[in-house]
């Protein structure tokens, strides 16, 4: 990154660390020998990242941002079980003009909770037909 680094995560079943930035990326980490890097930039926020999180298997991450967006990414299984590469596949505007701070998984149901800067806290879900490689989603 190039500026501070806002949250970490580690991947539920992967050797995967993903970092979440002011400058405004996500960063996909893997070992690398005996050492880490940054195998990915995920650059597609217009603001601070200020969080992220997978669902129960980490096939999909969600990221929030400064720019008021929630995007949801799917790991694409190219690097097998070594690794994780993540597209993105939908981005749900929450809070208009304001950021959004946290986002969260819910471990049993597929439901994403986010916590704002207009004061609100918003469930969403996929809207109908939405389910699976990533949207529709809905508040």
Known sequence: HTQDVKMVRWHPSKEVLVSASYDDTLRVWQADEDDWASAQTLSAHAGTVWAL????????????????????????GSQGDMGARYVETFRVQVARGRPVYSVDWAPAADLLATASGDDALRILAPAAGGVGAGGPWEA
């Open 53 to 76: 999180a997978f669902d129960s298997t980490g096939t999909r991450m969600a990221s929030c941002s400064g720019d008021g967006d929630v995007r949801l990414w799917r790991d694409d």
